[in-house]
DNA sequence: TACTATTTTTGAACACGTTCAACTGAACGT
DNA sequence: ACGTTCAGTTGAACGTGTTCAAAAATAGTA
């Protein structure tokens, strides 16, 4: 009985604290209103969470969680293209409400040492969880790919997600049409450089690619 | 006579909190401690800066007048990836005692909206001052660009410095050797790709390039 | 010199994220 | 029933960046 008490506290305040975030703003929100309007003393939160960061965390692991069944159609489509265009699609929808505060989410993005950002320790487990998702989507579509790149293919496509999920973050444009463009357009590109990468002709460039991958990974 | 009194307040200011950002780190130092380091009171520090933030963007600007001359050297090479890298390197010399704080100016790279973004509107002279550099040694190299391209290729140039700092602030290896075999292998790609943008062929390539451009642009 | 206007300087105060010692009360053994 | 335990809860307190009304120093004018 303590335990379920427990949980509802807990979602309590993460609930509460996700409503202020979409009303105001992350940073305009305080632990202090989050706590507030939750019932609860300020402390409380703080017994829940970590820090103010660690809500969204959280937030962001639930709905990678809520964004597994409804990428289930998304993975219906034959071509890798339509498939990676249906996945984007649906996460531009399902975040949509939330855009405004999952800036807090990138804030840091370039700081591979702050929690927040998608290359933390502290995310990895979300990451790895997301990047199942295009692992999948390469195997189901049988698209053919080099077996020097195979391995590191589901990670240069979530980086290629992620980068597009910035500028939509960002992206000021009525109904972000402009994220929209970029997909269409970027797609494109990634796909034919895929198909490219086959030729024999190019495996010193492909070479050159995956040194620099191996770079960057350390 | 009040107002040089005044500049040099506002030195004595800046310079003991670089100091104690090279000390300590950024977020370590607190405004408190600059302003007694500068035996002044802590509202001072205010009335000279807008902010912590305010003092590393002052820095940066500083740093880009000061490079001025020192990449006089590296704009004598004759072909482009000599003088990127050239560049690239004394970039990494000059800025090596403040690699540390450094990534307080990428910590918000991703927001084009914080003030300290390099995207930012606050940063936007500073950057356009570091656009000239890149230029200046597409002008001066004589190399080939296509018509359709040329008007980006300092922007882009610059884009792909941004990336390579970045990676060199957090890079942990010895002595920054892996940023180092990252400059080696990216430019050989970038200057490779330049030359195979003119190829007449490849036109469509370079289209959908420049839509992309222009689509992060706004 | 005395009076005024302006610039420079002070330090207390504010709101924030976060911590922590203390308190509460339900669950459990006796 | 009674005492013990400990997850759950409280709110004051800390250190932070930042603001601001007021004081002090300086310049200009008579």
Request: aromatic share 10%; charged share 25%.
């Amino acid at each position: 009985m303590r335990q379920q008490r427990s949980a509802e506290t807990r979602v309590k305040i993460l609930e509460a604290a996700l409503d202020l975030f979409r009303e105001r703003g992350f940073p305009e929100s305080t632990m202090r209103e989050i706590a507030a309007r939750s019932g609860v003393a300020t402390g409380l939160a703080y017994y829940y969470f970590a820090s103010k960061d660690a809500i969204v965390l959280e937030y962001y692991q639930r709905a990678l969680e809520d964004l597994g069944p409804l990428l289930e159609p998304a993975q219906q489509h034959k071509k890798l293209d339509d498939r990676l265009h249906a996945i984007l699609e649906a996460k531009f929808q399902y975040f949509e409400p939330n855009r405004r505060f999952l800036g807090a989410l990138m804030s840091n993005a370039a700081d591979p040492a702050s929690a927040l950002s998608p290359f933390s320790e502290p995310s990895r487990a979300i990451r790895e969880f997301d990047f199942a998702q295009f692992q999948r989507a390469i195997d189901e579509t049988g698209v053919s790919i080099p077996k020097d790149l195979a391995p590191h293919m589901a990670k240069i496509l979530w980086m290629y997600q992620m980068g597009i999920l910035l500028f939509w973050i960002y992206d000021r444009s009525e109904n972000q049409s402009r994220s929209r463009q970029l997909v269409k357009r970027s797609l494109g590109m990634v796909v034919l450089l895929l198909k490219l990468s086959n030729l024999p002709l190019l495996k010193p460039a492909r070479k050159t690619v995956l040194d620099l991958v191996g770079i960057l990974e350390g």
